[in-house]
C-alpha cells in the first residue's frame, strides 16, 4: 500500500464535492416538491416552503387518494404500462434481431435499416395519426394508448447494436445443432442480452407511465384516462368545482390550492419511477455503455 500523493488526495476531495453537488441537485427538487405538498396553502401560495414543510398537512393528498377516479387512473395506468411494456419488448426484440445479421444472411437489411430510420426522422402529424387510430377502431380503448407508438426505432437500435456484439460463432452452433431463429432469440441473444433489456425496458417503462397528451386525445371516456391523463385535467377542473361545493367541503379544502395539488401530482406521478430505477441502474448503466468500444 503506497501513500497517496497531495495531488491525489486533493483529486478525491474535489471529486466527491462535486459528485455530492450534482447529487443534491437532482435530490433537492424532490424534497422541495414534497415539501410543498405537504404545506398548508398559505404558505405554498407565499413562496415561504423551502426544504421543510410549512403548516404540514396530508391535505392534497387526502384530496387525490379519497377519490376513486384516482385508483382507477392508477390501474390503468399500470395496465398500460404492463400491456405496452410487453408488445414494446416482443416488437423491440423480433426486430432487432434480423436486423442485426450480415447482409450475407439477411440479403435486404440495409433497405430495412433506412426504413426504419426514415420514421425516426419524418412523422405522418398528428392529424394524420388520429385517422388512422380513428379507423382503425382504437379509439377510447386501452391500445390507443400502446399500438401507435408500439415499436420504438430508437430503442430497436439499440437492442440490434447490442445483438451485433453477440459472437457469430455462438448463431453457428446452435444451426449446426438444429436450432431456429426463434430458439437462437430466445434461448442464446435474450439471456445474454440483460443489460440492454433492462436499460430499454426502463426507457419504456418510463415513457408508458409518463405519457398524458395521447390520453387525452384518443379517450373519450375520463374513467378510461390513465393517472398521468387524470392528474393532468384534475387541476383544470378544480378551480370550476370550487363554485358548487357545499360549505363542509369548502373548509375540508382550505389548506388546497392549485399549487400544492401540482407538486402533489408531480411528486405521486415521479414516485413509481424513482422507486424502481436503483435496481435496475446498475444494468441501465451498463446497457449504454455496452458496445461502445470496439476492439
Known sequence: MHKPTISRRIFVIFNTVLLTAITLLGIIPFIHLL?????????AMAGEVKLWPVGFNFDAYRYLGEKVEFFRSLG??????VLGTAVNMFLCFVTAYPLSKAVDQFKYRTVYVWFFAITMFFGGGLIPTYIIVKNTGLIDSIWALILPGAL????????????RTIPRELDEAATIDGAGHWRILWRIYLPVSLPSIATIGLFTIVGHWNSWFDGILYLNSPEKYPLQTYLSTLIM???????????????????????????????????PIMVVYPFLQKYFVKGMTVGSVKE
Not at 415539501?35 to 404558505?43: C, P
Request: aromatic share 6%; proline share 0%; glycine share 2%.
Open 35 to 43: 415539501s410543498v405538498s405537504l404545506s398548508s396553502n398559505t404558505a
Open 76 to 81: 390503468v395506468s399500470v395496465e398500460r404500462v
Open 152 to 163: 420504438n426505432v430508437w430503442n430497436m437500435v439499440l437492442m440490434l447494436n447490442f445483438f
Open 237 to 271: 377542473s378544480i378551480n370550476s368545482q370550487m363554485t358548487s361545493v357545499s360549505i363542509e367541503q369548502i373548509k375540508a379544502m382550505e389548506n388546497l390550492s392549485e399549487k400544492t395539488l401540482q407538486t402533489a401530482q408531480i411528486f405521486m406521478g415521479a414516485l
